[in-house]
């Protein structure tokens, strides 16, 4: 018999485990400790697959640091496909009953840690069955220390979140969403407007670790506005966060300007790793990426599905 309950405090990080795979077991048993002590999640939020007294399966909901409402399946570790099943409907069930209205879940491959999302294309069969579909392909990219650090562009002078308040990020950011091509953009553009859009994705980095002199505007040799900066911290890396140039600005290599303004600030406060995303599409911020030293180290598809 199957059986989807809460994660005792005893199986806790661990949860599933698997024979001779000491570097899955030990790395994501230390992600999900990070996430319990961040407040990504709750012991509530582990749900664990047991049959005849073994654990088969796991599925781990996340959110922002303290929301109470769960976001995402963070960890799934789908066992055989009537364990994923169970494991996917109750994870629905139950965020749905703490007020989700959607949940997104994210698949990188090639497979690496924490998550060791091993046989991607078996994973990605199961969310699609279970209501998922992909609202972003795109591609990941990494500095680490002993990369050079990339050179800062002395064509822009920067203004921060704690001299400016928010409302010219804000501005900036409705402005940037004006032809934007990253369908994450795109999806809340179209429910929520471009200012709306602009502000919950202000809201939602000022929610990650951060000091206000980090998030930036960068001005032009005419003092007009036309970037934005908004590296932050998560529980598992540093992060280039959000990179926007306004219209205005678009063709003179701002998007490099932004990733390196980003590192230099972060590595300043010590970061060993940074990492940043975008559409697989957008070409011209992979190369923003490229030629500030970052290596393409995977793929990630993002899914969603509604509750």
Not at 168 to 191: N, R, Y
Not at 235 to 255: D, E, H
Request: aromatic residues 6%; negative net charge; hydrophobic residues 40%.
């Amino acid at each position: 018999m199957l059986t989807i309950r809460p994660a005792r405090p005893r199986e806790l990080p661990a949860l599933t485990t698997y024979p001779n795979d000491d570097e899955r077991n030990s790395a994501t048993a230390a992600y999900l400790s990070g996430l319990l002590d961040s407040g990504c999640t709750q012991p509530a939020w582990c749900l664990v697959a047991e049959r005849d007294n073994e654990l088969v399966g796991n599925v781990v909901l996340w959110t922002l640091p303290g929301r109470p409402v769960p976001t995402d399946v963070v960890l799934l570790e789908p066992g055989d496909d009537r364990t994923a099943a169970a494991l996917l409907t109750h994870a629905a069930e139950l965020a749905r009953s703490l007020g989700a209205r959607t949940q997104g879940h994210v698949l990188d491959t090639p497979s690496q840690a924490p998550q060791f999302q091993r046989d991607p294309q078996r994973r990605e069969r199961l969310l699609a069955t279970h209501g998922f579909s992909v609202t972003r392909d795109g591609r990941r990219f990494r500095w680490q220390n002993g990369d050079p650090l990339p050179v800062q562009d002395d064509r822009l002078h920067w203004q921060s979140l704690a001299e400016l308040g928010e409302e010219p990020f804000v501005d900036l950011l409705a402005d940037t969403f004006t032809d934007t091509k990253d369908s994450v953009f795109l999806a809340e553009i179209a429910e929520h407007g471009l200012r709306g859009a602009a502000e919950r994705n202000l809201a939602d980095m000022l929610e990650l670790d951060h000091e206000r002199d980090w998030f930036e505007i960068g001005y032009d040799q005419r003092d007009r506005p036309v970037a934005i900066s908004l590296p932050a911290r998560t529980q598992s890396s540093a992060m280039i966060g959000l990179v926007g140039v306004a219209p205005a600005g678009r063709g003179q290599g701002y998007a490099t300007a932004v990733v390196a303004r980003g590192t230099h600030i972060l590595v300043t406060a010590g970061a060993t790793e940074i990492r940043g995303d975008c559409d697989t599409g957008n070409i011209g911020m992979a190369k923003a990426f490229q030629r500030a030293g970052y290596h393409n180290f995977a793929n990630r598809k993002m899914f969603s599905r509604p509750l």
